[in-house]
């Protein structure tokens, strides 16, 4: 009964979605900036 250090992939998946959300705004709000400073 020892406990594994290794995640399931599901939870790398749901990390990877997660940084991908956060990554598409961020890219999202500079886009925005930009645009509305011109």
Do not use: D, H, K
Request: hydrophobic share 55%; proline share 5%; no cysteine.
């Amino acid at each position: 009964m020892g406990v594994s250090a290794v995640p399931e992939p599901s939870t790398y998946a749901a990390i990877f979605g997660a940084l991908a959300l956060g990554a598409v705004a961020v890219v999202r709000r500079r886009r925005t900036a930009v645009l509305a400073q011109n």
